[in-house]
T-cell receptor, first 115, second 111 residues
């Protein structure tokens, strides 16, 4: 069975602090894809990143970085120097051929950045 | 704008009425997905199409729900005899292979 766990229900930090959102996944497929989406209060889901299972290189995009560790089945997301506009619910998701590329979603982490 | 669009953005209806939502995917995407999301939860998969073929339906999709994608382009999701429990955000997404890009959603309120 495939599963995505985001153990942090809610995180609150003060602006400019760094924050890491955890994501742990389970799958028996050897080829799979991991995603992060952002859902701001407006409600629209915004695609942030996709990572293939065969590419363990970490990625940095501006203040965002992602740490993919197959050994621990984790795909964590770090925001450096957080800003109030980063406040949103962040979802981690998994897809693979076994799921017909349907997204298996974590429960989401609500991130609150206080000014 | 070449993103996924959904219409209407908001729908308020009375219990027992039928409602229909429309989704226009990104033009070159052959896969189209429908999800439902309630407050504080992640999206729940409802159904998906590859071109015009509906390839999978969730058990969440009761007989009152039907979806079509007649020419492999836009899709409609109809809910018949709406119930208060149908109140949710209905999300549409499209993809070529992997990354799903989402529309803004249709928020349904059943009174």
């Amino acid at each position: 069975a495939q599963k995505v766990t985001q153990a942090q229900t809610e995180i609150s930090v003060v602006e400019k602090e760094d924050v890491t959102l955890d994501c742990v996944y389970e799958t028996r497929d050897t080829t799979y894809y991991l995603f992060w989406y952002k859902q701001p209060p407006s409600g629209e889901l915004v695609f942030l990143i996709r990572r293939n299972s065969f590419d363990e290189q970490n990625e940095i995009s501006g203040r965002y970085s992602w740490n993919f560790q197959k050994s621990t089945s984790s795909f964590n997301f770090t925001i450096t120097a957080s800003q109030v506009v980063d406040s949103a619910v962040y979802f981690c998701a998994l897809s693979s051929m076994d799921s017909n590329y349907q997204l298996i979603w974590g429960a989401g982490t609500k991130l609150i950045i206080k000014p | 704008d070449t993103g996924v669009s959904q219409d209407p953005r908001h729908k308020i209806t009375k219990r027992g009425q039928n409602v229909t939502f429309r989704c226009d995917p990104i033009s070159e995407h052959n896969r189209l997905y429908w999800y439902r999301q309630t407050l504080g939860q992640g999206p729940e998969f409802l159904t998906y199409f590859q071109n015009e073929a509906q390839l999978e339906k969730s058990r969440l999709l009761s007989d009152r729900f039907s979806a079509e994608r007649p020419k492999g382009s836009f899709s409609t999701l109809e809910i018949q005899r709406t119930e208060q429990g149908d109140s949710a955000m209905y999300l549409c997404a499209s993809s070529h292979i992997n990354e799903q890009f989402f529309g803004p959603g249709t928020r349904l309120t059943v009174l």
